[in-house]
């Protein structure tokens, strides 16, 4: 999902919260809002944004509006930031006015109970969860696998034809989520999990249409049969007693303050919740890295200076 889009769903400025906010102070003024068009009632500009691409319907917004614009696309009021100053404002320097939400489209595809749509003890537990399960030394000992992923990433390049550099690097970033997220996997599940996190990728921000055979229709289908997946995951672990120390492992080894375990649900929302967290995000950085070491080889003659692998 490209990082435009990313903001937009992630944080985007929920103008109800923040109108309330200021309403309260002085109820008589109203909350000074970008410019920009909210559509129709309720469904605002939503066809619109899915008549075309979504790229496109941003950067003619953008054109016309400037960097910071409001619309209402998906059931929510929003503001879109197109600037990297606007980003830190939201998520560095007045994080604390913010709320991340999701539509509700989206939050069905990843799963309810994945951590970031939750507040409180819930999301505290299961984010030091997450970020204590890819500490450096777990990153350390994961270090030959994800080699040995990226050098069949690189193999699969070898041929003439021209790739997707983004396109390639979300495949490695997905390979790599799964390593650290189930550690060693039979091919058999590393292949339905790709299959079926492929097709819920694609309709993820395709329209929230239940129709049969639409893309979202698809992605739901294919979001079943991912947290099929990973319960005959959990139960083939349970069975052989291996819990793990990768992700899944931390996982079902949680218990809360009361000593309440996660339910299977909550375990698979999260875990499809981190691969999503990971794929895009890491994907774009890695897409931006190539394109800086092309375009400067002086840099690329230095970095492989400083990595002592063979080139
Ligand atoms: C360069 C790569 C990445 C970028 C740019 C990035 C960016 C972000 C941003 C902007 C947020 C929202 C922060 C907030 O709400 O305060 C976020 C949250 C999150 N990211 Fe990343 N991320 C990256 C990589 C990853 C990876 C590799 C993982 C998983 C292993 C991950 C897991 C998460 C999780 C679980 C959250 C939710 C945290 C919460 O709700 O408290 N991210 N990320």
Redesign the pocket.
Known sequence: MPTFILILL??LTVLSFFSSKKQKRKPKQKAKLPPGSMGWPYIGETLPFYSQDPNDFFAEKQKRYGEIFKTHVLGCPCVMLASPEAARFV?ASH?HLFK?TYPKSKEKMIGPSA??FHQGDY?TDL?KL?QSS?SPEVIRKLIPDIEAVAISTLESWASDQVINTFHEMKKFAFEV?IL?VFGHLDRKYREELKENYCTVDKGYNSFPSNLPGTAYNKAIMARKRLARVISEIICDRKEKRLLGKDLLGHLLNFKDKRGQALAEDQIADNII??LF??QD??A??LTWIVKYLHDDQKLLEAVKVNIPWKF
Do not use: D, E, K
Request: without cysteine; charged residues 5%; proline residues 5%.
């Open positions: 992630f944080i998520l994080a991340p951590l970031f999301h984010r997450v890819l989520g650290f919740g981190v967290a990971a995000t890491t774009s950085v």
